[in-house]
């Protein structure tokens, strides 16, 4: 997978600058821990710190261009592109000759053949730069969906980029400083496309390239969602699916070390577990090994949520009895409570964020799911995103959510994503206007909206809802994979991203994507051949969060340990808000609302103490 930077600077010399640029690569060593390397220039600097995936021996990086001995072009990556065996054979063609099996330098031979526009032609997930020294020009270039971070932050003569903020905040040239708007977009759980809460610093939009040179910085769309007119009936959309899901799983099984998958005992999981053991089995590749996470006592003390009807682990079980022929091995990822709050767990998980997100275990948990895996596996693909392509979110299907006005998950279960408002300090609040920053915003997200001709009521509506899915919500998803799976070494693929499936379900009906009546009805019906019944019927649960009230209650003594010493977040939060939910009785099933508020004290504190962040308002 990877992690990536670079320094552009048309006003000196780089070549001076190597220490500099080593802090910047060290800064993403836990993104990469296979490998590290620099390439330096007078104006061009790139480092790059690699997990091997494809081609162990050869695919190090940054990895070069040459013609009669001299550079024309320096790559460094992160990603997967999963059609590089149909690219390398097309570029052979013309005549371009390669070195290593990897795909890294297929990227690079298909940008010197085809040059920016050879983002196009890629299938995957990828986060890249080019330094061309023949231009002296930069490219920077994110996949459609935005699976891979990456983040730059112009300066007076060029720019810095990296994987993560934490890349660029290792240059002395940037500076932790958050301003109203970064704590607007910090709070909100709206994710404004390239807003990156650091003032002064921008994401890269997903399917974009930013291209930089001694004029300045330019942005330019390869790819975005377009409205088109579906005409295949509801037995031909199925077939589709299918198809394309048979094509994308095999595809993204292509791995030189250990590959496993990621099992929640929910649909999309399940789906790309059968996928990914059928396509082994058919193979002779071996079994499939897949992974789960739980929490001590949580299936045999479950009691249901406003989120969550089911525990997990007996549908985990079904599915992968249901697929003992085709050979999965499986392991229960067991946590408890001293586990989540571990602090040396706890502080790798806001490092891994490089900001606060109020989610606690969900976020923590995840991270240790990941860490045990990795013990096993290098590479997990993931059931990520369904929801977001096929409509299986509970506000989907909820009225007061689709005419809401706003956000749907922020109507149906806002309290849920609020964390840090709730203890907000009343003036800033105030200064902030959150509720006039989301209107804002959502009004934004519409006007992007490719409309439908012709296209009225009920479906005109439902376009809106999935688009809003999938530009806004999957990316905070998609951020929290990557961030929480790369701090332990791990790359995660995300089938249901590919672009061609999202963009066939993007333009189905609505009423097609519910021909069932149900939640993900395209989905179920293009997998339920390979499926248990219990899977197929199971409802919509999100991620597990631990109703463990001994979690809450060694949640409540850090907050009040805190608050007996000096607090970093004055006089950002209302000290006195976070005392009155100390005072609040504790449930005997630990509930998401009162702990989220402090989780988000919590980090938001933490946050502020490590990376001293200035914030400026």
Known sequence: ????????????????????????????????????????????????????????????????????????????????????????????????????????????????????????????????????????????????LGIKPLYYYPTPCGVLFGSEPKAILANPLCHPVVDAEGMRELISFVKTPECAIYQGMYEVRPGSVVVVNRHGIAKERYWQLESHEHTDDVHATVRTVRGLLDDIVERQLISDVPLCTLLS?????????????????????????????????????????????TPDTPFVHDLVGHLRSLGVEHTDIVLDSVDLMDPAVRSGVLRARDMPTGIGDMDTSLYLLFKAIRGHSTVALSGESADEVFGGYKWFHDPEAVNSGTFPWLALHGTQFTALEKVLNEDLADKLDIPGYRAARYRQALDEVPRLPGETGLEARMREISYLHLTRFVQILLDRKDRMSMATGLEVRVPFCDHRLVEYVFNAPWSLKTFDGREKSLLRAATGDLLPRSVLERRKSPYPSTQDPGYEKALRERAARVLSGHVAAEPLVDVAKVRALLDLPQDAVSRHDVRAALEGFLQFNGWLERYRVRVSL
């Open 1 to 144: 997978m990877c992690g990536i930077c670079g320094w552009v600077d048309y006003g000196r010399d780089l070549q001076e600058s190597r220490d500099t640029l080593h802090d910047m690569t060290e800064q993403m060593a836990c993104r990469g821990p296979d490998d590290e390397g620099m390439w330096i220039s007078l104006h061009g600097a790139v480092g790059h710190r690699r997990l091997a995936i494809i081609d162990l021996k050869g695919g190090r990086q940054p990895m070069v261009a040459e013609e009669d001995e001299e550079v024309e072009a320096v790559l460094t990556y992160s990603g997967e592109v999963y059609n590089f065996l149909e690219l390398r054979s097309e570029l052979a063609a013309k005549g371009h000759r390669f070195r290593t099996r990897s795909d890294t330098e297929v990227v690079l031979r298909a940008y010197m053949e085809w040059g920016i526009g050879f983002a196009t032609r890629l299938n995957g997930m990828y986060a890249l730069g080019i330094w061309d020294t023949r231009t002296e020009e930069l490219l920077l270039v994110r996949d459609r």
């Open 265 to 309: 005992g929910g649909l999309d999981s399940s789906a790309v577990t059968a996928l990914a053991a059928k396509a082994l089995h058919e193979h002779g590749e071996g079994k499939l090994r897949s992974f789960s996470v739980d929490f001590v006592g949580y299936t045999e003390h479950f009691s249901p949520d406003e989120m969550r009807d």
